[in-house]
């Protein structure tokens, strides 16, 4: 297993706002979507972005996985919005957990999901879990693929790549700040630059993709898995969103390199686009990890992208021969 910073624990990261705290209109309205006063209220300990996220469930056995977001929780609220208006336009075959109902109060959202069997994976993770959560993405992609008339309607296009996943050639060009980067990859900024110049002609595809795949962005249940999430949608290639879960995977210990070619997004990849990807990956993630941290965001949040970014990087480095 790759010698990186200690893992994060992807199902107790979050800092969460209670349902005590949440306004009597955000509560009232999950209560009339029950049918009675929450007789269970269990909060999901994992994610980074903030905002209430529980499994409430009434006394009849009624139950709704509830996400709330208010003012003071910008980035929560504004991704509440999104999957608000994404979830509904997911063709069927996309694995996501349905949403019941939606409701925005102008500075306050809620939105209520089907509450699946399942639970948050954890790392390191277990091959049993891994193989159901790629097989979740394959099921995924294959129904994003062509891009789906609905989520084109709702105005999901491909937006141009950010510079956030091109830092080692704005790096290079004296445009941004270096940052810290783990031995293999030192003096080799030209090389990286390189790769990640390229990530808007490697990403080009008529698909959507997810663009925040992570293991924490998942359920597994006993035979399948759900992908949760889906505020970040964009046009472009999904083999990119199997890397970025892959990251994880390869931080694992696992054979992440030969899960990527096996997995069917991989189909037409060429291996220099792989490696643009993880230049463009490392990159992200290696500058983003030095950044102070965010109000009302995770404070596991730079870790995550620290350890994330020295796997990427890890992962890229052996394929280079570094």
Not at 131 to 160: E, I, K
Not at 202 to 224: E, K, S, Y
Not at 235 to 242: E, K, L
Not at 270 to 289: F, H, K, M, R
């Amino acid at each position: 297993m790759p010698a990186f910073d200690p893992t994060v624990p992807y199902d107790a990261t979050a800092v969460r706002a209670t349902w005590e705290t949440l306004p009597v209109f955000v509560r009232d309205r999950v209560i009339d979507e029950l049918g009675g006063e929450p007789a269970e209220i269990r909060m999901a300990g994992g994610g980074f972005s903030g905002g209430f996220a529980a499994r409430v469930r009434a006394e009849s056995g009624a139950e709704l996985f509830v996400k709330a977001a208010g003012p003071d929780m910008s980035f929560a609220l504004a991704a509440c919005r999104q999957e608000a208006r994404v979830n509904p336009a997911l063709p069927q075959g996309v694995p996501a957990p349905r949403l019941e109902f939606a409701a925005d109060f102008d500075d306050w959202a809620v939105l209520g999901f089907e509450a699946v069997d399942g639970r948050a994976p954890t790392l390191p993770m277990l091959p049993r879990d891994l193989d159901l959560m790629l097989d979740a993405w394959a099921d995924a992609a294959a129904a994003l693929t062509p891009a789906p008339q609905a989520l084109l309607d709702l105005g999901v296009s491909a937006d141009p790549i950010d510079d956030k996943l091109r830092r080692f050639t704005c790096v290079a060009a004296g445009t941004a700040d270096p940052f810290p980067l783990p031995p293999a990859l030192e003096g080799r900024v030209d090389r990286l630059a390189e790769l990640d110049a390229g990530i808007d002609d490697a990403m080009a595809a008529d698909a959507v993709m997810h663009f925040d795949l992570r293991p924490d962005n998942m359920i597994v249940g006993a035979d399948r898995a759900w992908i949760c999430d889906w505020n970040w949608v964009q046009v472009h290639a999904p083999w990119f969103d199997t890397a970025c879960f892959l990251v994880a995977a390869h931080g694992d210990g696992h054979d992440a390199d030969g899960l990527f070619w096996r997995h069917p997004t991989s189909q037409g990849v060429a291996p220099e686009q792989l490696d643009t990807g993880l230049a463009a990956i490392t990159g992200y993630y290696l500058s983003q990890a030095v950044d102070p941290p965010i109000p009302q965001v995770s404070p596991y949040l730079r870790r995550h992208q620290r350890w994330s970014g020295l796997a990427a990087a890890d992962w890229l480095a052996r394929r280079q021969g570094w």
